[in-house]
């Protein structure tokens, strides 16, 4: 069964502060996706990563940043926090070449004061 | 702007009719659609998906209907039951072949059965 998981379900943190969102999947999947999810706009592309240290920007990757050292891990970073980053960030991965099969994690709902 | 369209916020069906979930594309580039289910504090989940080489995709209850000519495609579930009450993603993407590409997602439906 394939997991992916996230490193915390709820996060609080001050404006300005440095974020770290950790995504672990552990079906050795190459493809790796950061997207957020806000009311009335929908699940959003922030970032992906088709290999170890390769990165690609989505369709909203202002503020942040990605970090992919090992196959199984992919980090979103949110180098200063605003308050127009609070939201539900969701993680997913997908084998090169499936396209229907994408896991997500189970989200990160982060508050940004 | 927006490349795939959920224009229904939210639906509400009776249990045991047809839920018809409809979504929009503007990209002539995409070929390959999905729908995603999410329930509250979850991630979404893969229902089922359709190449554009195809008109129709069933898988037990959902079948998604693509009409390529008029960039729409329609979710149908049948007989639809109270753990269907979800919200449904519409995605799109390009099948590049590398398969890398990020999905596109619409805004969501929010589909309530009512008993």
């Known amino acids: 069964d394939v997991k992916v998981t996230q490193s915390s379900r709820y996060l609080v943190k001050r404006t300005g502060e440095k974020v770290f969102l950790e995504c672990v999947q552990d079906?050795?999947?190459?493809?790796m996706f950061w997207y957020r999810q806000d009311p009335g706009l929908g699940l959003r592309l922030i970032y992906f990563?088709?290999?170890?240290?390769?990165?690609e920007k989505g369709d909203i990757p202002e503020g942040y940043s990605v970090s992919r050292e090992k196959k199984e891990r992919f980090s979103l970073i949110l180098e200063s926090a605003s308050t127009n980053q609070t939201s539900m960030y969701l993680c997913?991965?997908?084998?090169?070449?499936?396209?229907?099969?994408?896991?997500f994690g189970p989200g990160t709902r982060l508050l940004v004061l | 702007d927006q490349q795939v369209k959920q224009n229904s916020p939210s639906l509400s069906v009776q249990e045991g009719r047809i839920s018809i979930l409809n979504c929009d594309y503007t990209?002539?580039?995409?070929?390959?659609f999905l729908w995603y289910k999410k329930y509250p504090a979850e991630g979404p989940t893969f229902l089922i998906s359709?190449?554009?080489?195809?008109d129709k995709n069933e898988d037990g209850r959902f079948t998604v209907f693509l009409n390529k000519s008029a960039k729409h495609l329609s979710l149908h579930i049948v007989p639809s039951q109270p753990g269907d009450s979800a919200v449904y993603f519409c995605?799109?993407?390009?099948?590049?072949?590398?398969?890398?590409?990020?999905?596109?997602f619409g805004k969501g439906t929010h589909l309530i059965i009512q008993p």
């Open positions: 997913a991965s997908r084998p090169r070449g499936q396209l229907q099969t994408q896991y």
């Open positions: 079906m050795d999947h190459e493809n």
């Open positions: 990563s088709y290999d170890v240290k390769m990165k």
């Open positions: 990209n002539s580039m995409f070929d390959y």
């Open positions: 359709i190449s554009s080489i195809k």
């Open positions: 995605a799109a993407t390009v099948d590049s072949g590398g398969g890398a590409d990020g999905l596109t």
